[in-house]
């Protein structure tokens, strides 16, 4: 990329106007106004805005259903992480052997792709819906009783955290698949004449050259559960019951647009905002090297 | 040669178990959107095809305005699929192409928006586009939901990336030949660049239908709403909602991103191994 292969001046500005114009004004100039008005508080029901330092900030700190929602946020995504990689995994394991239909398979698994998290929301709301989900059919089957997933706060955070992790199957797969046809064979065939067995290939030779692809889709993964998953908590338990489910970006929803507290939803941004520099940093910093050794 | 084919038979069985799991849901919503009221709410309950046929899909196309929200979410996804792939890829052609000052600030303020989700800053973004939209009197219209989401890091980078695995001889034979950089881009870059513009394409529209929560802040009309927003709508009638009727819905607002999907799944596969391969 360092030659130049056309002249001029004005040229490449021109070409890159629409995009900066549209960076700055409805991303970049949003930012700022966030931090500006974590920094306010809103009074006489939104009718005047006051400065009030870090007020909103400190409150956050010491308010205990604050500390419930990262909490929340924590344990769902690290499930919804883990879980989603690891099943997305050894599935693209199994949908890459050189089996008749292979194609098929892979179509057939990766098509969750295209799934929104309302629909998500929306099927499972009804599936697992007490009295007449078909769920609850089958675990008063087996267990003799019926289970109330949406009003059980540990089983709604389960409910959650299943819908999320099929939601996002088809996204998973979809990398793990094109990273494992991109493998180099030649270590994995030389392994096997080694000696090694199936699991030691995987464990020792196959996992760590996907460390890179890993990576990625821990992020990706990370930004998901942390605002994708929105539409389908607002969907399928509106952060209940008794606030279970109330992850950071839905506490941050219902303060600004049920309760107007724009400040104390816009620090709740900056906090996000710090969290998500922090996870990108990372990001670049890993992604131009390898993460597995060798390459 | 007996354990090899014992293994592939595991293996088939293993991946359709998989395959039903994962479409499981779907399967379960598809069964559910043909029953009538009282098949859905029969106990214990009835899992095959109903005696409803399309009646659901009817009446949630036309009494629950269906149709109108994916009429509306066709239009927003095909307006910002089409202006944000033209748009990265002229701005992929400036970072590749050309040499000019300030180049690498320009990188990283693109670089940089990657960690500004619209969900993080929803509460100013609310703010600017209801002023600037009662402002210009484009309340309630495509323009609200469409213009903030016109440009991309994702894009650009996509395509500056592509640009610069394209042989340079290419753009020195086009400009001997004496055409300017937009006849390059138009007559040599476009044709060689389909998988990544169908990369770009496919994952712009399958964002854009999924949008949730902008739409449900910014839109107060229900004629100008999507389809993501009025699904919420349908199940917020809560004890007296109509299950067929929401599967239905639920089906509908599938069927767009899935056939985009099918239709250009191959390319999308092939545009993301080319990024791969740096």
Known sequence: MSTAKFKGRWAPWLFLLPTLIILALFLYYPVIQTFRLSFYRVAFLGLKTK??????YIDLLHDSAYHHTVGVTLVITTAVVLLGLAISLAISMLANQKIHGAQVYRFLLIWPFALSPAVAGVVFLFMFSPGFGAVNYLTSLVTGHELNWLGDPTLAIILVIMASVWKNLGY???????????????????????GANSWKRFWYVTFPLLSPMTFFLLITNITYSFFD????????????PQDATNVMIYNLYRDAFEYYKTGLASAQSVILFLLVVVITLIQFRTSGRQVHYGG | MRRKTRDEILTHIALIFIVLLVMAPVLFALAKSTQTRAEVYHFPPKLGFG???????????????????????????????FF??????????????????????????????????????????FNEVSNMAKALSLENSYAVLTVPFLASATGVFLFRQHFSS????????ARVDGAGPLRFLWSILVPISWNAIAALGLIQFIYMWNQYIWPLVIIRENKMQLIQVGLRGLTNQQDTTNWGLVMAAAILAMIPPMVIFLL?????TK??????EK
Not at chain 1, 172 to 194: K, W
Not at chain 1, 229 to 240: A, N
Request: hydrophobic share 55%; aromatic share 16%; no cysteine.
């Open chain 1, 51 to 56: 400065f009030a330092g870090l007020e909103n």
């Open chain 1, 172 to 194: 998973n797969i979809v990398f793990y698949l094109a990273a494992l046809q991109n493998l180099n064979t030649e270590v994995l065939e030389a392994a096997s004449i080694d």
């Open chain 1, 229 to 240: 998953i929105f539409g389908l908590v607002d969907i399928l338990t509106k952060g209940g």
């Open chain 2, 51 to 81: 005696t409803a046929g399309f009646f659901n899909y009817k009446v949630a196309w036309t009494q629950f305005d269906l149709g109108l929200y994916m009429k509306n979410t066709l239009i927003v996804a095909g307006i910002v699929m």
């Open chain 2, 84 to 125: 944000k792939t033209l748009f990265s890829m002229l701005a992929g052609l400036a970072l590749v192409y050309y040499e000019f000052p300030l180049k690498e600030w320009v990188f990283y303020f693109i670089l940089f928006t990657l960690m500004m989700p619209t969900e993080i800053m929803i509460v100013a973004l």
């Open chain 2, 166 to 173: 394209i042989p340079s001889e290419l753009a020195d034979a």
């Open chain 2, 264 to 268: 250009l799944q191959e390319q999308f």
């Open chain 2, 271 to 276: 545009g993301f191994a080319l990024g791969q």
